[in-house]
């Protein structure tokens, strides 16, 4: 696993300072995703799993360029794959950001588990944090990565966090299938990978 230091990452990339209100779920992972939108001016972000959208809420609010914001989530009575997950599943899907022109909710009964990559537009950064079981990360990164440009950035959050293991099962398998391109930030939760 390529472990990369909070100092080097944002000496690197910037700082991930924002205005407003951070998202309980983030925590200081929000800062690196920040950093990431203020650096590359993504134009389009997909998130898998907005929640009640407070991370989309800090991006937009702090990333003017944005011009389109993907938010992907279940509808209410969904049954998520993982009991743990099942007090996640918001009310009213990505209701911080409803107002926000720039946002388009996708809510299915399933989530991405029905979308397929001509669904969505090519986006510039994804955001994965849905279903954390094996399956449900394996999936939305299989479809994260048909829809990612080249060069854009696909995000995972989670990785470490034992009570949802199978974020960091499918991470660690990708990286020794395909040679340690996904990267931890250290201190953290969030991984990342460039598209090349
Ligand atoms: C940890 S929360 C996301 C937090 C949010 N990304 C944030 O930073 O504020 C996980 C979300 O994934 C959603 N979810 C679960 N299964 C999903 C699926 N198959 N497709 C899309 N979203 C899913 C849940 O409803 C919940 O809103």
Known sequence: MCIISRDTFFKIFGSGSFIGEGSGFMG????????????????????????????????????????????IDVTPDHKTTLHIQQNEVPTIPGECVKDDSRVELIVRPHGSRELQPADLPKADLIFIDGDHSEEGVLFDTNLARQIIKKGGIICWHDYGNHLVPGVQTVIDQLNINEGDHICLIENGLLCFQFAI
């Open 28 to 71: 200081s992972d929000l800062e690196p995703l920040i950093s990431f939108s203020r650096v590359f001016r993504p134009k389009t972000i997909v998130e898998i799993g907005i929640q009640r959208g407070m991370t989309a809420k800090c991006l937009l609010e702090n990333s003017p360029w944005i011009e389109k914001y993907i938010g």
